[in-house]
T-cell receptor, first 116, second 112 residues
Framework: NAGVMQNPRHLVRRRGQEARLRCSPM?????VYWYRQLPEEGLKFMVY????????ESGMPKERFSAEFPKEGPSILRIQQVVRGDSAAYFC??????????????FGAGSRLTVL | EDQVTQSPEALRLQEGESSSLNCSYT??????LFWYRQDPGKGPEFLFT???AGEEKEKERLKATLTKKESFLHITAPKPEDSATYLC?????????????FGQGTELSVKP
C-alpha cells in the first residue's frame, strides 16, 4: 500500500502563473481533504471532496483556488495567478468512511509551493 | 467556533526527562480528538484517537488522555528520536466527514 501520494513534492512558480497539485488517495479511499500549512502556522482545512463532489469548501479562498476529484484520476488543487502569499506546504489526506479506523485521516508527504 | 490551542509552543527536554504536552479544545459536539506527529519536511503521522472523557491510549513512550476540555500527551523517558512537532486536532459532530481542526502544534526537542 503506497499510502497517499502527492506530486510534485516541490513546485516553483513566478507570480501570475498557475500551480496544479495532485493527490492520489490511499487504495480503497474515496474521500480526500486538502490542508495548507503556511510558514510558522498550523494546518488549515481547505476543502473536502468525494468522487465528483465537493462536500465542504469552507476553507477555500474565494478567488483563484479550485479543487476537483474526478471519477478517474487524482484529486487536483489548482491555484491560478499565484501570489507570494500562496507559498506554503499543501497536504492531502484521505479516508474511507465505513471501513475500520474510518475517521482517521492519512496524510501525504505534502507539496511545497514557492512563489517567486 | 471550534478551536484547538496547544501549549507550550516549544519544549526542550533532556533524554529521559518526562513531560506533558497540553491540548485545550472548544468544540460543539466532539466526535474525536486526534494526536499526530510531524517530522520536518513530512506529512502528519497518526498516533492516537480519543473519543470520550476518561479515555487513555498508550504507544511506547507516549500516553494520551482526554477530559471534557483538554487532552494531554505524556512522554515518558523520551529519546532523541521522539523529537518532532506534535499536533492535536478535533473532529466535530456538526462537520461532514472527517474534517479535522488542528492546533498550532508543540515542537519537541529531546537532547541526548
Amino acid at each position: 500500500n503506497a499510502g497517499v501520494m502527492q506530486n510534485p513534492r516541490h513546485l516553483v512558480r513566478r507570480r501570475g502563473q498557475e500551480a496544479r497539485l495532485r493527490c492520489s488517495p490511499m487504495k480503497g479511499h474515496s474521500h480526500v481533504y486538502w490542508y495548507r500549512q503556511l510558514p510558522e502556522e498550523g494546518l488549515k482545512f481547505m476543502v473536502y471532496l468525494q468522487k465528483e463532489n465537493i462536500i465542504d469548501e469552507s476553507g477555500m479562498p474565494k478567488e483563484r483556488f479550485s479543487a476537483e476529484f474526478p471519477k478517474e484520476g487524482p484529486s487536483i488543487l489548482r491555484i491560478q495567478q499565484v501570489v507570494r502569499g500562496d507559498s506554503a506546504a499543501y497536504f492531502c489526506a484521505s479516508s474511507q468512511p465505513g471501513a475500520p479506523g474510518a475517521n482517521v485521516l492519512t496524510f501525504g508527504a505534502g507539496s511545497r509551493l514557492t512563489v517567486l | 467556533e471550534d478551536q484547538v490551542t496547544q501549549s507550550p509552543e516549544a519544549l526542550r527536554l533532556q533524554e529521559g526527562e518526562s513531560s506533558s504536552l497540553n491540548c485545550s479544545y472548544t468544540v460543539s459536539g466532539l466526535r474525536g480528538l486526534f494526536w499526530y506527529r510531524q517530522d520536518p519536511g513530512k506529512g502528519p503521522e497518526f498516533l492516537f484517537t480519543l473519543y470520550s472523557a476518561g479515555e487513555e491510549k498508550e504507544k511506547e513512550r507516549l500516553k494520551a488522555t482526554l477530559t471534557k476540555k483538554e487532552s494531554f500527551l505524556h512522554i515518558t523517558a523520551p529519546k532523541p528520536e521522539d523529537s518532532a512537532t506534535y499536533l492535536c486536532a478535533v473532529q466535530a459532530n456538526h462537520n461532514q466527514g472527517g474534517k479535522l481542526i488542528f492546533g498550532q502544534g508543540t515542537e519537541l526537542s529531546v537532547k541526548p
